[in-house]
């Protein structure tokens, strides 16, 4: 409508100008009036500028990358945090897997306890056999005491006696001796030495013109007699009458001295004899 | 293309680093991680309708991680921690459902 006026007063000359502005003017603005669209039916929508008043629109672009990437970084950080946190615990289980856990978990320390209920029985059984090996051990270690005493290997000492032959005008034979070293056997001496020589199962004596031979070594007059045994039967089976104490005072004219001792030390050992033919019974 | 970046940088991130979730945080990151999920679904949805914006997405994101924790402290205040946390998975599981038909649509036309 406007724009035809606009027409209307191209055509019409230039008199009717002055005249006509402020009608038209009027008519112009009334024309704006009326046009509008704005029937109150629709919401006005305002246009927004597409990227603020500068227009920056790329690097607004990158900011609003870097966000989603932020965003979407956290989401798969939180994501793989709680996958992780989810596979370490029982919280996710439901309750038949957690009654089977438990189940198996039970089953496991019922066969842990047997195991172990077998275990200690075998480590009873192993220290036992050590205890009895153990007792082994002593009573070998007892015997080994006792046989090395026995056979001359180990010094001895304890009661006793000591018997000092002294020879007279006749020469004391070897047998005497022997006898003499018998009785005291017989009485009950557990070690005995002759001279610095150490009496053993293997022992002799025999005559030399000098003297005695005593296992190979030569003994002369004064004889010296160690027993350890109960000294009193040891002095009663030399002493006793008719015995081979009086034989050598009468026989022999030899002078015998004995006396009893609270420790009598036999310092004299033999070497064990290595045997030849003789094997240990297994 | 961000996003998909974003994505695996975050997983990797998570993998390397090894997280120890603080005890305090542990009922509620599941629940964050899919109401993350459903903002990031929810601004594909946009990105293909054409009305996707930054400031939006961001909002939304924050806006629903922290609505959903908040949601899930309060009911585990008030003792219906379990339920309330099944019910906000189950809304947000119908809204990523919702986004992704809608972005299917878009992509297969129909």
Redesign the interface.
Known sequence: MARANHEHYEQHGHRELHAAIPRYHRMNTKDKVNDTTDTGSFPIVRRKPPYGPRGNARR?RI????????????????????V???ESSYESLTEDELVRVLDETSTQVDKLEQRKSELNAQLESIQSAADKQEEAARIAAQNETTNGILSGRLPAEGKGITITVTQGSTHVDASTMFTLIEELRNAGAEVISFNSVRIVTSSYIKDTKSGLNVDGQSAASPYTIKAIGNPEDLQNAIQIAGGVGSRLKVQYNAKVVLKQQESVKIDEVRRSPTYKYAKTVE | ???????????V???FL??D?PIVL?PY??I??VA??D??LG?ARSFFERSFS?KV??IS?LSNVITATLLVLLGNQLGVGSQLSTAVIVVLGIRIFSNVSAIRRFIFKG
Do not use: C, E, K, W
């Open positions: 607004a900011v609003s990358s870097v966000l989603v990437a932020l965003l979407s970084a956290l989401l798969g950080f939180g994501y793989v945090a709680q992780r946190n989810t | 293309m961000a996003a998909v970046i974003g994505l695996i940088a975050g997983v991130f998570g993998i090894q997280p979730i542990q990151l599941p964050m991680v993350a999920l903002a990031l601004a930054d997405f961001v994101f």
